[in-house]
């Protein structure tokens, strides 16, 4: 029995500078997978077997992507773009087995099965994508968006909202010391869900200390610098 293994990809990315507040990132990428097994074999118990295997697989994937993102003022940004995916697989499989054996008048009888599979299918899928984020104070930044995909031989759809906003209900104070502390404000979700909510979401006072609002307060981390004192 052999087999053989094997992928390649490869991609080309432009980025351009439409204005100075305009940015806009094209991608191709192309790939391809092959796995392949081939064996043929010969065996002696009652009577005497042989059979051939061919089984060869191969994917060939196109991909077309535009990512833009626009600085609408100092304190709003815009993201936008689409992902064109398209995959083509090919599977061919032979498999055949013969067996000779002897009846009970001692004639020669021979038992054959052969399996033959020669299967092509196309898949052609859809991803549009945008998210506004606007930065409400010094410390609190809000995003919102949404993802849109469609499976073209499935016609499949799925819409996955993204929200980042903040969550008052349970406070929790973070022990964190009193000084400067540094916080990223982030929080996401892809969801098909509704009434699906962020992870969580982190405010930050540097004057102060750290607060945390979260639902899941296992998974905040809060970095404070030390404090360092002047002689």
């Known amino acids: 029995?052999?087999?053989?293994?094997?992928?390649?990809?490869?991609?080309?990315?432009?980025?351009?500078?439409?204005?100075?507040?305009?940015?806009?990132?094209?991608?191709?990428?192309?790939?391809?997978?092959?796995?392949?097994?081939?064996?043929?074999?010969?065996?002696?118990?009652?009577?005497?077997?042989?059979?051939?295997?061919?089984d060869d697989r191969d994917i060939d994937i196109w991909s077309v992507r535009q990512d833009w993102s626009l600085d609408a003022t100092r304190d709003h940004f815009l993201k936008w773009g689409f992902d064109i995916p398209r995959l083509q697989g090919r599977y061919n499989y032979l498999s055949e087995q013969r067996q000779f054996r002897r009846n009970a008048q001692g004639f020669v009888l021979e038992d054959r099965l052969v399996t033959d599979l020669d299967?092509?299918?196309?898949?052609?899928?859809?991803?549009?994508?945008?998210?506004?984020r606007?930065?409400?104070?010094?410390?609190?930044?809000?995003?919102?968006?949404?993802k849109y995909d469609k499976v073209q031989d499935t016609n499949d759809e799925l819409w996955s909202p993204r929200l980042l906003w903040p969550m008052l209900s349970r406070p929790t104070r973070a022990s964190a010391p009193r000084?400067?502390?540094?916080?990223?404000?982030?929080?996401?979700?892809n969801s098909p869900s509704k009434t699906a909510r962020p992870a969580f979401i982190l405010l930050s006072d540097?004057?102060?200390?750290?607060?945390?609002?979260?639902?899941?307060?296992?998974?905040?981390?809060?970095?404070?610098?030390?404090?360092?004192?002047?002689?």
């Open 1 to 54: 029995m052999q087999t053989g293994y094997g992928n390649t990809y490869a991609w080309l990315s432009l980025n351009s500078t439409l204005r100075s507040d305009l940015l806009v990132r094209s991608t191709v990428e192309v790939g391809r997978v092959t796995d392949d097994r081939v064996g043929e074999g010969l065996f002696s118990d009652i009577g005497k077997q042989e059979f051939t295997i061919r």
């Open 119 to 132: 299967i092509n299918l196309t898949d052609l899928s859809l991803s549009l994508y945008g998210a506004d």
């Open 134 to 146: 606007i930065r409400v104070t010094r410390d609190l930044t809000a995003e919102v968006g949404a």
């Open 179 to 189: 000084g400067a502390c540094s916080t990223k404000v982030r929080g996401s979700i």
């Open 206 to 231: 540097p004057n102060t200390r750290c607060w945390v609002w979260s639902t899941s307060p296992d998974q905040v981390s809060i970095s404070a610098p030390k404090r360092t004192t002047n002689s």
